[in-house]
């Protein structure tokens, strides 16, 4: 199976600018869940999609959000972008069956806001 | 009081020498993954565990589901195995979140 794919695998932006990150989970895979990592931080969970809706929403202000397609691609946008939001920006893929436990990592995007 | 909790933060060692961390949890999961993540890079899955224990190359996984615990061990140590390396469990009530722990920073020396 191809793996997950994250574009792109790294980024600069400005303050003040926005972003878009795509996550391409593996084939058959319709799941897709968002994690930040700042730098001495843990990987903390931003949201879940599934579907094409949003099923869980992790403590992080508006200017994050995401969606996903029918395809089951996902894009996480983040707004008005602030210095804090450089960071590895990881998406998991998964299936959505609890008898059927396999999941995959991206290798993750990494966001330098300047 | 966190999910995970991963043992030791930090970890040295020379060349060679046989490394064990450690990773405990404390909700209902489904599976547990360990991932690698160099300095400045991405994230590489190593494994995927639900039951018992798994063996790549020199490193080996294992997890105790009723201990809520597992390791990873690193045989035969060597610089390029230093990263950090990170616990992470799909919870079995909410089955597509995952919750990590912090890290453990690996460094191996020559």
């Known amino acids: 199976k191809a793996g997950v794919t994250q574009t792109p695998r790294y980024l600069i932006k400005t303050r003040g600018q926005q972003v878009t990150l795509s996550c391409s989970p593996i084939s058959g895979h319709r799941s897709v869940s968002w994690y930040q990592q700042t730098p001495g931080q843990g990987l903390q969970f931003l949201f879940e999609y599934f579907s094409e809706t949003q099923r869980n929403k992790g403590n992080f202000p508006g200017r994050f959000s995401g969606r996903q397609f029918s395809n089951s691609r996902s894009e996480m946008n983040v707004s008005t972008l602030e210095l804090g939001d450089s960071a590895l920006y990881l998406c998991?893929?998964?299936?959505?069956?609890?008898?059927?436990?396999?999941?995959?990592f991206g290798q993750g995007t990494r966001l330098t806001v300047v | 009081k966190n999910e995970v909790e991963q043992s030791p933060q930090n970890l040295t060692a020379q060349e060679g020498e046989f490394i064990t961390i450690n990773c405990s949890y404390s909700?209902?999961?489904?599976?547990l993954h360990w991932l690698q993540q160099h300095p400045g890079g991405g994230i590489v899955s190593l494994f995927m565990?639900?039951?018992g224990k798994k063996k790549h190359g020199r490193l080996i996984a294992t997890i105790n589901i009723q201990e809520k615990h597992s390791s990873l061990h690193i045989t035969a140590s060597h610089p390029r195995d230093s990263a950090v390396y990170i616990c992470?469990?799909?919870?079995?009530?909410?089955?597509?979140?995952?919750?990590f722990g912090s890290g453990t920073k690996l460094n191996v020396k020559p």
């Open positions: 565990l639900s039951s």
């Open positions: 998991a893929s998964s299936s959505d069956s609890p008898m059927n436990t396999e999941a995959f």
């Open positions: 992470a469990v799909r919870a079995r009530y909410n089955f597509n979140k995952f919750y």
């Open positions: 909700v209902g999961i489904s599976a």
